[in-house]
């Protein structure tokens, strides 16, 4: 059973970074294709960032050239770097796991869930 525990997030003001990490136990991290989602109030949850095992990536041109996602399989951690915040990516942020080969941007195609973790970003 894999377990995935976020850190990271917090209050920042627009044009602020923050970095979220997603710490992976009890499976082979390697194997597993990693996403980032987020849910604002009154929202559904959406894809923001989506990593392979080979390392390619996919993201939501809502973030593209601001969030970036990357692994590091030693540490069975995965991290979303974002840079130049908006007050629109306040939300909740959640990392997600799938077996498979694909990164996809449904959240019904990922098995294993994050606790979820804060962003605010203040204008």
């Known amino acids: 059973q894999v377990q995935l525990v976020q850190s990271g997030g917090g209050l920042v003001q627009a044009g602020g970074s923050l970095r979220l990490s997603c710490a992976a136990s009890?499976?082979?991290?390697?194997?597993?294709?990693v996403g980032w989602f987020r849910q604002a109030p009154g929202e559904e949850r959406e894809f923001v960032a989506g990593?392979?095992?080979?390392?390619?990536?996919a993201s939501a041109d809502s973030v593209k050239g601001r969030f970036t996602i990357s692994r590091d399989n030693a540490k069975n951690t995965v991290f979303l770097q974002m840079n130049s915040l908006k007050p629109e990516d306040t939300a909740v942020y959640y990392c997600?796991?799938?077996?498979?080969?694909?990164?996809?941007?449904?959240?019904?195609?990922?098995?294993?869930w994050g606790q979820g973790t804060q962003v605010t970003v203040s204008s």
């Open positions: 009890g499976g082979t991290f390697s194997w597993f294709i």
């Open positions: 997600a796991a799938r077996s498979g080969t694909a990164v996809l941007r449904s959240r019904s195609s990922y098995e294993y």
């Open positions: 990593i392979s095992r080979s390392g390619s990536t």
